[in-house]
C-alpha cells in the first residue's frame, strides 16, 4: 500500500515528486483496476492521467512545484462516487443519475483541493450507498466482497492504486470495508467532516470518512484537509486505557475475529495499555436497534424524489428498505431518536474511564461472492452515537483475508481515538509484523 | 392573505377548486409580482401557469380531481431558490449558479408534491442565503425590505400570491422576515423538515421553515408535509405557561416592538395563559456570540468551491463573511459548539416549568430601504439552540408596518409551540381585530 504520510514526508525532502507519485498511482490503476473495479469513472481518470503525464503543459498546473509545497503535497485522492464533482461525473451508484454533472465540487472535495491534493477520480459506490453490490472486488481475493457501500474506496487503497480516499458511513459503510480490505479506516465524530455536496441518505447518520494504509496516514490527511491538531505522528502515542467491549452482538463474531479482537487487547496490554472487559449498559441494545429505525425512516424520505419519479430503477433490496421506511411512524421515529439521545448519555457514562473501546470492525473475513457487501452490525451502534471509529488493520484469517479491529473514541475527541489507534496499530504490527 | 387551511376546507367541501385556487395565485402574481419581486423563476412560473389555465388538457395532472383529495388538496407552495427543483431553475441567489437545473428535487420539495401540493415557483433568497440582499421589497411598503434570506417567500404570502412557501434559517432567515411582511412563520425543530437537497451554508445551523397566513396553516401544512400529529386546529388550544424572556437584546427592541411583545403578553394573561417574567441565565447570551462563529466558520467550508473557484462572482458583503470565517480557528469552532451544547441544557433547564417563551420576532418593523434585510439579532440564538420558533403577526407599527413576536418552544415539542401560537394569536385577534 502507499503511505500518505510516507510519500509526504518524502516529496518534502524532494526525493519525491507529486508527478512521480501520480505515475505511480496510474500505472497501479491502469495494470490492476481492470479486475478490481474499484473507480466509478476509470476510463476518463485513465485517459486524464495518460494525457497529463505524457503532456507536462497540461499537467503542470495540477502537478506543479506549488504542489509540492502545498500540506497535502499534491497526493492522490478519491472520492466515493456520492460526492459532487464540477469536472467528473457523479452517479451515486444509480441509472437515475446516469450522465450527471454537478456544478459544484463537494465541500470535502474542495478542502482536499484547497490543501493540495489531487482528485484523482471517483470511487465505485453501491447504489445511493445503500446495501446494494455494485461489482467491486476484494484485492486480497477477487471472489469476495471488499464490503461496502464505499466498496472502491477500500478496495482502491487496499490495491496501492492511490494513498487515500473518502467514503461515508450510515450503518457501517467505513469501517467494514476498511476492515475486509485490510486497511485503515476512520469514521470521525459525527459532522466533523463537512457532508455539504455529498448525497444525503439518512441526516442523522450519514458521516464522511477516510480510507489510507495505515492510521497515522489518514490522521495526517485528516489534519491536513480539515486543518486540525490531528497530528499525531510527532510523537510517540501514549498508551491508552481501553475497554473491551465484546458487546451483545459477541456471538455474531467469527472465531477469528474473537481471536482477533482478543489478540489486540493482549498485544496492547502487554504494551502498556489498561485493558478491561466492560459490558455495555441495555440502553445501548435499545440504541443498536433505534438505528435501524432512523436509517429506514430518514432514507424513504431523503429519496422521495427517486421513489416517486423513478421507482422502476431503484434496485429491489434498497426498494425493500424504502417500503420498510414508509411504514415507519413519526412517532415510533421520535422515540427512536429519543432512545439514541438516552444512549449517548449512557455512553459518555460509560467511557468516563477510558479513552477508546476495542470491539470488532465487522463480524469476520469478507464474505465469498459479490452478492452482498457483509453485515454493519458492528458498526451500527457507533454511527448512531456520532463517536470516532477506527479500523486498525493487521490481523488474517486462515484464508489470508484481513481481519480489522475497531477503536471507539468518545465523540469530539477524535485526536484521542486516533492516537489510541495509532498505538495499538504500532502494538500489532510490532508483534504480528504485519 | 390566503389561509391555506380555509382553502383547503372549502376545497374539500367541494366549494373551490384547486384549478380556481392555481387561477387566483397565478392572477396575484401576475398582478403583483412585477413590483415585489417575490419569485426568482417569474417568467418561467408565469408562462407554465398561464399555460395551465388555458390548456386544460395540459393541466389535468397537476390539477386534477385526484389533487382536490390529497392531503394539501393541490394547494399552491412556493420554496425558497435554494431548494433544489428537477423542473425549475435552481440558482442560489448566485451568478455562479446561473441557469443550473438540478437533477432532483429536495426532500422537502418531493414530500410537498407528495402530500399534494403543486409547486409553483422558486422564491428570492439573498445570495446563497447570506445577509446580501436580492431587491425584493415589502407588500406593505414597497421602499421597505422584506427582510431575508427567505425575502420572496414571506413577500409571496404576505402579497397573498399563494397560500404556502418554504424558506430557511441560519441566523434569521424565517422569523424576521415574516415578521417583517405580516405573516406567520414557522422554524421547526432543527432537522424535522429534511435539508436534503437544500443548498447547506452552516451544517448545524441551517433548518427549513414555512410561512402561511395565519399559525394553524403552517401547522396545518407540517402536519401533512411530514406526516406527523402537529394538527392544532381541531379544539380550542390550551392556555400555555408562558416565560416573557426579554433577554439582554432587549435595548435592541424599537419602542414599538417592546409594546409588541409586553402587549402580547398581557393579551395572553387576560386569556388565560400564565405569564412570567424570567431572565435568562449568562450561559445563553455566550451561546447567542457562539452562533456566530459558528455560521461564520461552517460557511467558509460549506461554500469552499464558491470562494476558491469563483470568488470575483461573491458579493461583498458575503466575501467578508467567508473572510471572517477563514480566520476562524478549529478549536475556536469547537469551544463554540461546547458552549452551543451547554447552552441547550441550560434552556431546557430554564424552561421546565414553561411551554414556550415569548420575545420580539426582530429589532422592529422591516427597515427602510433595499440596501439591508436587517438584523436577525433577536432569532440567533433560537437557531443555535434548535427550538422550534413561530412568529404570530398581528400588530403593527404607527406607518402599519407589521410587527411580529416570537414564541419559542422546547426542542422537539413543535406541536406544543405551535398550540402556544394559536393561543396567542387568536387572543391578539381578538383583542387588537388584525
Redesign the interface.
Known amino acids: 500500500m502507499l503511505s500518505a504520510l510516507d510519500l509526504a514526508r518524502r516529496i518534502e525532502a524532494g526525493e519525491l515528486t507529486p508527478r512521480a507519485v501520480f505515475a505511480r498511482c496510474v500505472e497501479a490503476i491502469a495494470a490492476r483496476d481492470n479486475e478490481i473495479g474499484a473507480f466509478a469513472v476509470y476510463l476518463d481518470v485513465w485517459e486524464r492521467a495518460v494525457g497529463a503525464l505524457e503532456d507536462p503543459g497540461l499537467a503542470a498546473p495540477a502537478l506543479g512545484g506549488t504542489l509540492a509545497s502545498s500540506p497535502l503535497r499534491g497526493l492522490p485522492v478519491a472520492f466515493k462516487d456520492i460526492f459532487a464533482t464540477?469536472d467528473l461525473p457523479t452517479q451515486y451508484g444509480s441509472p437515475?443519475?446516469a450522465g450527471?454533472r454537478p456544478?459544484?465540487?463537494?465541500?470535502a472535495?474542495?478542502?482536499t483541493?484547497?490543501a493540495g491534493g489531487n482528485v484523482l477520480g471517483k470511487t465505485v459506490t453501491t447504489e445511493m450507498a445503500s446495501m446494494v453490490p455494485a461489482g467491486t472486488r476484494n484485492p486480497h481475493n477477487l471472489a469476495h466482497t471488499p464490503g461496502g457501500s464505499s466498496s472502491g474506496s477500500a478496495a482502491a487503497v487496499a490495491a496501492a492504486m492511490l494513498p487515500l480516499a473518502f467514503g461515508t458511513q450510515t450503518a457501517g459503510s467505513v469501517i467494514r470495508p476498511a476492515s475486509f480490505c485490510g486497511v485503515a479506516g476512520y469514521k470521525p465524530s459525527y459532522?466533523l467532516i463537512?457532508?455539504?455536496?455529498v448525497k444525503?441518505v439518512a441526516?442523522?447518520l450519514d458521516t464522511a470518512g477516510l480510507f489510507g494504509a495505515g492510521v497515522a496516514d489518514i490522521a495526517f490527511a485528516a489534519a491536513v484537509i480539515?486543518?486540525?491538531?490531528l497530528w499525531i505522528d510527532k510523537a510517540e502515542p501514549t498508551a491508552p486505557r481501553i475497554a473491551l467491549a465484546r458487546t451483545h452482538l459477541w456471538p455474531k463474531a467469527s472465531a477469528a475475529m474473537q481471536n482477533a479482537v482478543e489478540t489486540a487487547a493482549r498485544i496492547a496490554q502487554a504494551a502498556g495499555a489498561k485493558v478491561t472487559d466492560v459490558t455495555l449498559p441495555k440502553e445501548l441494545e435499545d440504541a443498536y436497534a433505534a438505528q435501524f429505525v432512523i436509517q429506514d425512516y430518514?432514507t424513504f424520505?431523503?429519496l422521495?424524489?427517486?421513489y416517486?419519479?423513478h421507482r422502476d430503477l431503484i434496485g429491489r433490496p434498497l426498494h425493500e428498505q424504502l417500503d420498510r421506511g414508509a411504514a415507519i411512524s413519526?412517532?415510533a421515529y421520535?422515540a427512536a431518536?429519543r432512545t439514541a439521545s438516552r444512549g449517548r448519555q449512557v455512553f459518555a457514562d460509560t467511557m468516563a474511564d477510558y479513552e477508546v473501546m476495542l470491539t470488532p470492525s465487522a463480524p469476520g473475513a469478507a464474505p465469498r461472492g459479490l452478492h452482498t457487501t457483509g453485515d454493519p452490525a458492528f458498526n451500527r451502534l457507533w454511527t448512531l452515537l456520532g463517536t470516532p471509529c477506527v479500523n486498525v488493520p493487521g490481523f488474517f484469517d486462515g484464508d489470508g483475508l484481513p481481519l480489522g479491529i475497531q477503536i471507539v473514541g468518545r465523540f469530539?475527541r477524535d485526536r484521542a481515538a486516533l492516537e489510541a489507534a495509532l498505538f495499538v496499530e504500532k502494538a500489532i504490527r510490532r508483534k504480528v509484523g504485519a
Do not use: C, Q, S, T
Not at 194 to 197: A, C, I, R
Not at 226 to 229: A, S, V
Open positions: 464540477a437515475i443519475y450527471f456544478r459544484a465540487d463537494a465541500a472535495v474542495a478542502l483541493r484547497r459532522r463537512p457532508l455539504v455536496g444525503d441526516w442523522h480539515l486543518d486540525r491538531d430518514e424520505r431523503a422521495a424524489f427517486e416517486d419519479r413519526a412517532d421520535d431518536r469530539g
